[in-house]
């Protein structure tokens, strides 16, 4: 039984010491000096007005919240609609309920005002 598994635990073990290996190394074979050419504007020439480092409004976190909830989500109606048939009524009702779910997820968000973007 547990030959059956011992690939997959292979593969964590190698995926969780590449993870871990791979910084170190870099760490110790990267350049450590601080050239000028790394200051100079990259491609278009253009010296920046401002620092990159700066606070975005809450609202785009928020927007990419939702999109990652709602768009995970929804990949789990194409393997229901695959076998939706097999699945019968208890398929479609449960089904059902998860839609009604997301949807009132989303009236929700809509009433708290998550989507504005005006603000």
């Known amino acids: 039984m547990l ?4 690939p997959l635990i292979v593969f964590l073990i190698v995926c969780l010491a590449f993870g871990v290996v791979v910084p170190i190394v870099a760490s110790f074979v990267g350049p450590k000096r601080h050239l000028a050419a790394k200051d100079v504007p990259y491609e278009s020439g253009i010296v920046p007005a401002e620092q990159a480092h700066r606070r975005f409004a809450i609202g785009f976190y928020v927007t990419a919240m939702l999109f990652i909830v709602f768009d ?3 990949v789990f109606l194409f393997p229901w609609a695959t076998i939706v048939r097999e699945l019968k ?3 479609i009702i449960e089904m059902g309920v998860f839609i009604a779910t997301l949807f009132l997820g989303l009236v929700y968000v809509w009433r708290k005002g998550a989507l504005k973007w005006d603000e």
């Not at 030959?3 to 011992?6: D, E, G, I, P, R």
């Open 3 to 6: 030959s059956n598994y011992l």
């Open 72 to 74: 995970v989500e929804s």
């Open 89 to 91: 009524v208890f398929g």
